[in-house]
C-alpha cells in the first residue's frame, strides 16, 4: 500500500493558524450568544409581554445596525492597515452587553443590548473576515470560510444546550442563564488577544500600502455588485431564526426545551460548512447557490403546512443545509471579487446591504405573523427564495454572455 501524500495534498498549503483562532474566536462567543438568543423571543413574549411583530423589530433594527457599522470598520481597517484593534474591540463589546440581557426589566433596555451587541459584531465581522482572506492563499479559501464557520456554528449549538441544561438547573429561570453566558463571552476576547495575528504579521501582506481613501470605492467591478445583488436576495428569504423558535413553541415545544430549535439548526449547519467549503473550492458558485435556495424553499414549505412538531424539525433541519452551503460561499465570493486593498471595505459594503435588509425581511416576517398567521410568513419566505434563484441564474447567464 503507497503511504506517500499524492502530488495534490502534498502542494495543497494548510489552514494558517489565525483562521484557527478566529474560529476559536467565533466559537465561544456563539456559544454565548445563542445562549442567549434561544431563549430571547419567548424571554421577550412570555416574560416581557412583548408582541411577535416587535420581536422582528428589534431583531431587524439590531441586525441593520451591526451592518452599517461593517461598512465603517471594513473601511477604517483598509484605511489603517490594521485589522486585530477592530476585531478586538467588536468582541469585547460583545462581552459588555451581555449581562444587560439579565437585568432586563421590559423591552426597550433588551433591545439596548441587543442594538450594542450588533454594534460589537458590526465593528469586528468585516475586518474579521478580511483577515481570513489576507492570510489565506486563494487555493483553500473556501476550506479557510467553511472552518470558522463550522467552528462558529459549532458553538451555535453548544450555546442553546448548554441553556438547555441550565434551564434544567435553574428551574427555567432564564435570567440566571443569561448571567452565565458572560464566561465564554470573556474566554472569546481572550482567544483574540491570545491568538490572533493581524495581517502585519502574515508574510503575503508585509509589503506596505498606500491608506485606502473613499475614492477608492470606485475600483469595485460589477461582479462584486452581483455578489451584493445575491445576498440582499437571500437575506429577504431568509429572516431571523427567532421565528423558527417562535413556530416551534406554537406547535407544543416546552418553553426549556425551545434552546433544541437552535441546536438542531446549527447541528445540520455546523457539520455541513467545512464540507461545503471544499465543495466551493471545487465546484462553480452557482450550483451551491441553487442548492442551498432550494434547501430553504423546502424548510419554508414545510414549516408553513406541515403540521407537527416533528416536521417543524424537518424544516429546521433544512434551514440549517441552506445556511452551511451558501454562507461561507457568500464570503469567498466577496473576497474573490473585491481588490485586495479593499477587502474590508468590500465585507462591510456587502454586509451593510445585507443587514438593512434583514431590517425589511425581519420587520415584513412578525406583521405576517401578526395579521395572517405564522403560514403566511414562511410562503412568502418561499417565494423571495424562487425571487433569489432566478437573480442567481440570470447573472450566472449574463457573465457567461459578457
Known sequence: ???????????????????????????????????????????????????????????????STGAIVKVFSGYL???????????????????????????????????????????????????????????????????????????????????????????????????????????????????????????????????????????????????FWGVVLVGIMFTLARFSEAFLVLKAHDEGLPLALAPMVLVAMNIVYSLGAYPAGVWSDNAPPTALLLCGLAALVGADLVLAFAPGIVWVFVGIGLWGAHMAVTQGLLSKLVAQHAPEALRGSAFGLFNFATGVTMLAASVIAGVLWDWLGSAATFVAGAGFSVAAAAVVVAIAISQRTA
Not at 58 to 63: K, L
Not at 186 to 209: N, Q, S, W, Y
Not at 210 to 218: A, C, G, M
Open 1 to 63: 500500500m503507497n503511504t506517500k501524500p499524492t502530488s495534490r495534498a502534498r502542494q495543497r498549503p494548510a489552514v494558517p493558524r489565525t483562521v484557527w483562532a478566529l474560529g476559536l474566536v467565533s466559537l465561544f462567543m456563539d456559544v454565548s450568544s445563542e445562549m442567549i438568543h434561544a431563549l430571547l423571543p419567548l424571554f421577550l413574549t412570555v416574560t416581557l409581554g412583548a408582541s411577535v411583530a416587535l420581536v422582528g423589530a428589534i431583531e431587524g433594527i439590531a441586525e
Open 77 to 223: 481597517s483598509d484605511r489603517t492597515g490594521r485589522r486585530k484593534p477592530l476585531i478586538l474591540a467588536g468582541y469585547g463589546l460583545g462581552a459588555l452587553t451581555k449581562p444587560f440581557f439579565a437585568l432586563a426589566g421590559a423591552p426597550p433596555t433588551v433591545f439596548a443590548a441587543r442594538f450594542a451587541d450588533r454594534i460589537g459584531k458590526g465593528i469586528r465581522g468585516a475586518p474579521r473576515d478580511a483577515l481570513i482572506a489576507d492570510v489565506t492563499p486563494p487555493s483553500i479559501r473556501g476550506r479557510a470560510y467553511g472552518l470558522r464557520q463550522g467552528l462558529d456554528t459549532t458553538g451555535a449549538f453548544v450555546g442553546p444546550l448548554l441553556a438547555m441544561a441550565l434551564m434544567v438547573v435553574f428551574d427555567s429561570d432564564m435570567r440566571a442563564v443569561f448571567w452565565f453566558a458572560v464566561i465564554p463571552a470573556l474566554l472569546a476576547v481572550m482567544c483574540v488577544i491570545l491568538g490572533v495575528e493581524d495581517r502585519a504579521a502574515a508574510p503575503e501582506t508585509k509589503r506596505k500600502r498606500p491608506p485606502v481613501h473613499l475614492q477608492d470605492l470606485r475600483r469595485f467591478r460589477p461582479a
